[in-house]
């Protein structure tokens, strides 16, 4: 059963960067897509940013042109570089790995202050 591992999180002022990092592992089916969630408590979980096994990238609107979303498919690692957070980015994020669509890992806080 694949497991999903995420680091890199942590409180920073708005206009700071932050890069997460997940690695899956004990996938017996190869991974092919992976991307990022993030969650408010008390709201649902939104798609944040994807990468395809061929490289093709999409992000939510609202980071677009801050966040960069980076794979190493070689080790079922995906990245995502976040520049100038702001406030509204704090969350818990999530990585997936697909076709493992409903396995999460543990999440890990970004907490941006004004």
């Known amino acids: 059963q694949v497991q999903l591992v995420e680091s890199g999180g942590g409180l920073v002022q708005a206009g700071e960067s932050l890069t997460l990092s997940c690695t899956a592992t004990g996938a017996t089916i190869p991974i092919n897509g992976m991307g990022w969630y993030r969650q408010i408590p008390g709201k649902e979980r939104e798609m944040v940013a994807r990468i395809t096994d061929a490289g093709t990238t999409n992000y939510a609107h609202s980071v677009r042109g801050r966040f960069t979303i980076a794979r190493d498919s070689g080790k079922n690692t995906v990245l995502l570089q976040m520049n100038n957070l702001k406030p509204d980015d704090t969350a818990v994020y999530y990585c997936?790995?697909?076709?493992?669509?409903?396995?999460w890992g543990q999440g890990t806080q970004v907490s941006v202050s004004s």
């Open positions: 997936y790995a697909l076709p493992h669509w409903g396995t």
